[in-house]
């Protein structure tokens, strides 16, 4: 199988068909495009989510923190509680251990969310560190994937491609300067790393929103595809409005990977209906948040998403940043 994650059709005939027991309390369970379960407990909900950090090594603690609790985020649920198991290959020393929990222990803090346990190991069954950590929240409403409704504007919060630019300014940054990136445009996308959490703007406009939804592996292009995949819709988008910063642009291409269809924790998506939208967009600019209308969501056609000529089918685009780390 192709590194990455686990194509659609795969997941929906070997994987979620086989959830265990039926629980009436689960309100949303594992689907292609939602981003964390939700559990009725009596009128409160909580968000559950677990994700693998694979796709980078100098960045890992705080990716490990702000790419789940960015998928709690944008279920309208404040992330609370972290369960964190870090595997090392047998080359870690203690002194990258150290630098590893300091930056969970600063990345939760600034989110107001509690490391509660997990494992810690080391195992020649990896060659790099992997972090696998399951966030969760609970709150007294929440938001799904598959609320977009046709007439929606969508809005796009901070740089297409952020994260893929953060980590190939860290993880391969000599290289980086070897293809001719700027110095100045390393630094500016290894500073990406702390913009990477969406739970700011989430929350703040999760009352106004139809859907949110965190664009991770594949970018901006699968995020989209996903939504509408999930919603029964199509979302047509302008790609002059997708923001793309120089440094993203610039690290991008000298690596041959695509801005809108590569890693972009950091993004939030938002469908809001119409008569929503000065409101949602007045709530992002006093947290200081860039963002851009990007396009709209129509009725369902022969396509899930269209960014100009490109038309996108299936909620899955192939990420070629994680060939790199092959």
């Not at 693998?52 to 609370?80: E, H, Q």
């Not at 870090?86 to 203690?94: G, I, R």
Request: charged share 25%; proline share 6%.
């Amino acid at each position: 199988m192709k590194i990455g994650k686990i194509p659609p059709g795969v997941l929906q005939g070997v994987v979620f068909r086989r959830t265990g027991a039926q629980r009436k309390e689960v309100v949303v369970g594992p689907a292609v495009g939602e981003d964390a379960a939700i559990i009725d407990i009596g009128g409160r909900y909580v968000a559950v989510h677990t994700d693998p950090i694979t796709g980078s090594v100098k960045l890992l603690g705080y990716l490990a923190v702000y790419i789940p609790t960015n998928d709690i985020a944008v279920r309208g649920i404040p992330p609370m509680w972290l369960s964190v198991a870090l595997l090392l290959p047998p080359e870690v020393e203690e002194g990258d251990l150290d630098v590893l929990t300091a930056q969970i222990d600063a990345a939760a803090r600034e989110l107001g969310a509690a490391v509660v346990g997990g494992h810690t190991e080391v195992t020649t069954a990896v060659t790099r560190p992997v972090a696998v950590v399951t966030a969760a929240g609970v709150g007294e409403r929440y938001v799904t994937t598959s609320g977009a409704r046709p007439g929606d504007v969508v809005l796009m919060t901070k740089s297409a491609g952020q994260e893929a630019a953060s980590i190939l300014a860290t993880d391969f940054r000599e290289e980086a300067l070897r293809r001719g990136v700027s110095p100045a445009s390393v630094e500016r996308a290894g500073e990406l790393a702390r913009a990477v959490s969406v739970a700011r703007e989430a929350l703040a406009v999760a009352d106004l929103a139809t859907s949110m939804h965190d664009p991770t592996e594949g970018g901006v292009a699968n995020g989209l595809a996903e939504v509408a995949y999930a919603s029964g819709v199509s979302i047509e988008v302008d790609p002059g409005s997708v923001v793309v910063y120089r440094e993203v642009e610039e690290l991008c291409s000298a690596f041959g990977v695509d801005p809108l269809e590569t890693l972009s924790s950091g993004v939030l998506l938002a469908t809001v209906p119409p008569d929503r939208l000065g409101e949602a967009e007045e709530r992002l600019r006093k947290l200081g948040v860039s963002f851009s209308q990007i396009g709209r969501v129509t009725e369902r056609r022969g396509y899930l998403v269209k960014i100009g000529d490109r038309l996108y089918r299936e909620p899955h685009v192939e990420d070629k940043l994680f060939t790199l780390f092959s």
